[in-house]
């Protein structure tokens, strides 16, 4: 579908996987100009900068530390003068912190600071930067849009997540009030909240035998794929979207079934 975005000047951090892989080449298809950020793999963001050009986009591949002020406005500044401005930001990139997803103490009292503050201080404080760097550009789009990727353990919870779903939920009370700001000069500002998401119908920790029993729980009877979070991202930053703002949506396979 036609979504009013081609030559959009689009900026989707963390761009080389997952949701952010998924929305870039979205873009791609709609003839977009797409710049898209890596932390470190520069070779698998030129990959994906293929497949957005491929789509029938214009593709850039700039680097991006979330943990970096100065590595953000870098970014955004170079993106800017690549596009010459900016008409939508995906706020993707994400720090999930140095422990492995077992690693990760369960009891608060069992955090340790070089953990936990890398995890707030990236995923809150960084956006925060890269939602001041990219401001005074998306006000001088005649569409001006801003999307910031959540998750649903902001809501839910789970044990040791505490830091990542503090600091992501922490996005939902930026949004709260930014939305006043820069919906001042027409630039909509929403949340984007995916649940459990499967790339391809697989996910990276789970395996699929206990996939296809947790979606039976859902309402959706399925989990959603980085396709149905991408097409949400496009149809909140498209300019078809004029009256959702401060809104958080969430694509997580509908409610929990109770037991």
Do not use: C
Not at 65 to 75: G, Q
Not at 194 to 204: Q, S, V
Not at 207 to 232: C, E, G, H, W
């Amino acid at each position: 579908m036609e979504l009013g975005l081609r030559d959009a000047a689009v900026l989707v951090t963390g761009g080389s996987s997952g949701i952010g892989r998924e929305a870039a080449i979205e873009y791609g298809r709609e003839g977009a100009k797409v710049a898209i950020t890596y932390n470190s793999q520069k070779d698998v963001a030129e990959g994906v900068a293929e497949e957005i050009e491929a789509a029938g986009g214009t593709a850039y591949v700039v680097p991006m530390d979330l943990n970096e002020p100065e590595a953000i406005a870098a970014a955004v500044n170079a993106t800017i003068s690549r596009w010459g401005g900016l008409d939508v930001v995906v706020a993707n990139a994400v720090n999930w912190g140095n422990a492995g997803f077992h690693e990760r103490p369960e009891r608060i009292e069992d955090g340790e600071p070089e953990w936990w503050v890398p995890v707030m201080r990236a995923n809150l404080e960084g956006n925060y930067h890269l939602v001041q760097q990219v401001a005074p550009a998306l006000r001088r789009s005649e569409h001006g849009r801003l999307v910031l990727i959540s998750t649903d353990l902001a809501e839910r919870g789970l044990p040791g997540a505490w830091p990542y779903g503090a600091a992501k939920a922490g996005l939902h009370g930026l949004v709260a009030s930014v939305q006043h700001d820069l919906g001042k000069d027409g630039v909509l500002v929403n949340i984007v909240m995916p649940g459990i998401t499967l790339e391809n119908g697989e996910h990276r920790v789970i395996p699929k035998p206990a996939l296809d029993q947790l979606a039976s729980t859902f309402s959706a009877r399925k989990l959603p794929d980085t396709t149905d979070v991408a097409n949400a991202i496009l149809f909140l930053t498209s300019p078809r979207t004029t009256a959702i703002q401060g809104e958080i949506l969430h694509v997580t396979g509908g409610q929990l079934i109770p037991g």
